[in-house]
T-cell receptor, first 113, second 113 residues
Framework: GESVGLHLPTLSVQEGDNSIINCAYS??????FIWYKQESGKGPQFIID?????DKRQGQRVTVLLNKTVKHLSLQIAATQPGDSAVYFC????????????FGTGTSLTVIP | KAGVTQTPRYLIKTRGQQVTLSCSPI?????VSWYQQTPGQGLQFLFE???????NKGNFPGRFSGRQFSNSRSEMNVSTLELGDSALYLC????????????FGSGTRLTVV
């Protein structure tokens, strides 16, 4: 039958505001997580990663928070810019599974100038 | 430093045909993973190759296969193409274990008509 498109959550923010993108992951045994940004026509681009033995990690303008109790990840982008407009994915992987990642459905971020 | 290179960028094939896609990893990277991205299913793991051996395999039919050469370049093959195989096929490479430097290419857009 005909496939139905995934319903992508959307988030619109004003330029200069902070953005928070959330992700619920599926497996409590996952030990490594990555946030990716994907622009139209391009492959996913690494933003920031975090291991399960941490609950927070900061990069340039980005912070990832990990709550293992409720299996939740969030990506915070400070001072959001128009160039941040893209689809954002979280990805998880299990121990001893090489580079087999499981991706979330993604969130579409639109930055309003 | 060159990134992950996927060729061709676009392909149009007819149902029943077979297709081969190529991925050249970042120099020094030995792990190559393949993913299928569709609006209906999102990003799904196909398989991973490390040192010419398949290390992991996702839940795809046997029509999807791959291989890796001694220079770490990888190819994936899809036989007996179906309309539902239309997708963006992405590969990602990393140094070895531990996901270090996991980087995606821009993908090959396959359209089956």
């Amino acid at each position: 039958g005909e496939s139905v498109g995934l319903h992508l959550p959307t988030l619109s923010v004003q330029e200069g505001d902070n953005s928070i993108i959330n992700c619920a992951y599926s497996n409590s045994a996952s030990d490594y997580f990555i946030w990716y940004k994907q622009e139209s026509g391009k492959g996913p681009q690494f933003i920031i990663d975090i291991r399960s033995n941490m609950d927070k990690r900061q990069g340039q303008r980005v912070t990832v928070l990990l709550n293992k109790t409720v299996k939740h990840l969030s990506l915070q982008i400070a001072a959001t810019q128009p160039g941040d407009s893209a689809v954002y994915f979280c990805a998880e992987t299990l121990p001893n599974t090489g580079n087999q990642f499981y991706f979330g459905t993604g969130t579409s971020l639109t930055v309003i100038p | 430093k060159a990134g992950v290179t996927q060729t061709p960028r676009y392909l149009i094939k007819t149902r029943g045909q077979q297709v081969t896609l190529s991925c050249s990893p970042i120099s020094g990277h030995r792990s190559v993973s393949w993913y299928q991205q569709t609006p209906g299913q999102g990003l799904q793991f196909l398989f991973e190759y490390f040192s010419e051996t398949q290390r992991n395999k996702g839940n795809f039919p046997g029509r999807f296969s791959g291989r890796q050469f001694s220079n770490s370049r990888s190819e994936m093959n899809v036989s007996t193409l179906e309309l539902g195989d239309s997708a963006l096929y992405l590969c990602a490479s990393s140094l070895a274990n531990g996901h270090y430097g996991y980087t995606f290419g821009s993908g090959t857009r396959l359209t089956v008509v």
